[in-house]
C-alpha cells in the first residue's frame, strides 16, 4: 500500500473547482477540496465490512505532518482489530466526561461513581439509624482522612494499598482506634456500592489485618482517698481563671462527663429545687443531677460573672461557646497531674468506685452517672425509683469530698436508709 504520495506543495496549491474533489495521499488519507476552497484531511477505511471516514482536521492548521502521524495511528488501530473511530468517540467521551467532573469540583460535588460520591449516597441512606452527632463524626472522618486519599478514584478502581495508603500514617501516629474505625467505614461504603451495583468487591477487607489491635486504656483515676483529699486540695489551690476554677472544683461533686459539665447552661440549673436537669446526647435521654450545698455554693458564686450568658463556663474567648474540651484537662496537666494518673473523665471513676466501696445502690450509682439500660421503659423506671436515694447520695458524697480535701480521717460511711 503506497504511502505519502505528494508533497506538501500540492496540497498547499490545491484550488476550488465545480464539485468537491479528493486528493490521496496513500493509505487511506485523503485531502478533501470543498467547493468553497476549504480543504479537510480524511481518514476513509473499511472496519468489519462497513465503509468509514474519519476527520482529522482542516488544512493547513492541522498540517501533513499530522495528518500522515493519525493516519499512522489509525492503520495501527485497524491491524490490531479496533476501529479507530471508536477510539475517537471514547476519547471525546473522556474529555467531557473530565469537563463535568472539573465542574462537579468546583462546585463543591464529588465526581459521579468516585468513592466519595458513593460514600456520600451511603452516608445519607443511614443517616436516619444514628444520632445526628454519630452521622457528622462519620462525615468528618471521610472528609479529613478519606476524601483526600481516595475521594476521586472511581468506586471499582480502589484498590486493597489504596485504602492502607489512607490508615497507614494513623497507625504511624499510634491512632490505633483512629485507623479501625476508618477502615470499617470505608468497608460499610462499599458494602453499600456492592449492594447497588457499583462494584463487585470489598477492598478494605483485606486492610483489618494489617492495623495493629488495639489496646483498651481506661480513663486514669485517683481512687484512694488519701490521693483524692491531696488532689482535691490541688484543685482548690488552682490559679487559673475563675470560670476554670469554678469548673474544676465542680467536676468531682457531680462527677458528670467532662462536655456535659463544660456546655452547662444556666436555663437547665434550677437553684431552687437544687437540681440539673438536662438531655445526655450519649444516652439520649434526658438526666437529673442533685445538686449538693456544695455545688450549689459553686454556681451561686459564678452567676454573677456568666449568668446572664447561656454557658456557665464559657469560653475565654468570647465567641458565645463554652470552654473548649481541653480545659479541665489542660487545669489538671498544670497541678502536675498527667493524663495517665488522673484524666477529666476520671472524676466518674473516682465517684464509682468509692461509691460502692461505701455501699450505695448500684444501680443508683449507675443512673446517677448516666449508664442507661438499653430497656428504654427500664431506664425511665430506674430514674423515678432511685432520684430521692441519689438525692441523698450526691449530698452525702459532696460532705464525705469536704472531709477528704480537709484532711479528715475518713471512716466509710453506710448508705443512708
Known amino acids: 500500500m503506497a504511502l505519502q504520495l505528494n508533497k506538501d506543495t500540492v496540497y498547499r496549491a490545491a484550488k476550488a473547482r465545480d464539485k468537491e474533489y479528493f486528493i490521496n495521499d496513500g493509505g487511506g488519507l485523503y485531502l478533501v477540496v470543498g467547493k468553497n476552497g476549504t480543504k479537510i484531511w480524511k481518514f476513509i477505511f473499511s472496519f468489519e465490512g462497513k465503509r468509514k471516514k474519519l476527520s482529522f482536521g482542516v488544512y493547513p492548521d492541522t498540517t501533513l505532518e499530522n495528518a500522515r502521524r493519525k493516519a499512522d495511528d489509525a492503520r495501527n488501530s485497524l491491524a490490531n482489530g479496533i476501529d479507530p473511530s471508536e477510539i475517537r468517540k471514547q476519547a471525546r467521551a473522556e474529555i467531557t466526561q473530565a469537563a463535568e467532573d472539573q465542574s462537579r469540583v468546583n462546585a463543591g460535588l464529588p465526581i459521579v461513581n ?54 497507614r500514617p494513623l497507625i504511624i501516629k499510634k491512632q490505633l482506634e483512629t485507623a479501625h474505625r ?17 462494584t463487585d468487591y470489598d477492598p478494605a477487607q483485606a486492610v483489618g489485618a494489617q492495623i495493629p489491635a488495639q489496646k483498651v486504656k481506661h480513663n486514669a483515676a485517683v481512687t484512694e482517698p488519701k490521693q483524692v483529699g491531696q488532689l482535691l486540695r490541688d484543685i482548690s489551690n488552682y490559679q487559673g481563671t475563675f470560670v476554670v476554677q469554678c469548673a474544676l472544683r465542680l467536676s468531682p461533686y457531680l462527677f458528670q462527663r467532662p462536655g456535659e459539665i463544660r456546655q452547662m447552661e444556666w436555663k437547665d440549673i434550677d437553684l431552687a429545687a437544687m437540681e440539673w436537669r438536662y438531655f445526655v446526647t450519649k444516652t439520649e435521654t434526658q438526666h437529673i443531677v442533685p445538686l449538693s450545698r456544695q455545688a450549689i ?10 449568668g446572664i450568658g447561656q454557658y456557665v463556663f464559657p469560653s475565654s474567648r468570647g465567641d458565645g461557646r463554652p470552654m473548649s474540651d481541653g480545659t479541665i484537662r489542660t487545669a ?5 497531674y498527667q493524663r495517665e494518673e488522673m484524666s477529666a473523665h476520671g472524676f466518674r471513676t473516682t465517684a464509682s468506685t468509692l461509691l460502692n466501696e461505701q455501699g450505695w445502690s448500684p444501680d443508683a450509682i449507675e443512673r446517677q452517672l448516666c449508664h442507661m439500660p438499653k430497656d428504654q421503659v427500664r431506664a425511665a423506671y430506674n430514674r423515678a425509683q432511685y432520684l430521692e436515694e441519689r438525692r441523698r447520695m450526691m449530698q452525702s458524697w459532696a460532705d464525705y469530698l469536704d472531709g477528704l480535701k480537709a484532711g479528715a480521717q475518713i471512716i466509710p460511711f453506710q448508705r443512708q436508709a
Not at 476508618?182 to 457499583?198: E, L, Q
Not at 455554693?297 to 456568666?306: D, G, Y
Open 332 to 336: 489538671l496537666k498544670t497541678l502536675g
Open 114 to 167: 468516585s468513592f466519595e460520591d458513593i460514600a456520600r449516597q451511603w452516608m445519607d441512606s443511614a443517616s436516619h439509624t444514628v444520632r445526628a452527632v454519630t452521622n457528622q463524626k462519620k462525615i468528618r472522618r471521610f472528609e479529613l482522612y478519606v476524601f483526600p486519599e481516595i475521594g476521586k478514584i472511581p468506586i471499582g478502581e480502589v484498590k486493597s494499598p489504596d485504602i492502607f495508603a489512607v490508615v
Open 297 to 306: 455554693e459553686i454556681l451561686e458564686a459564678i452567676k454573677p460573672l456568666t
Open 182 to 198: 476508618v477502615r470499617a467505614d470505608i468497608s460499610a461504603a462499599f458494602a453499600y456500592a456492592i449492594a447497588h451495583g457499583y
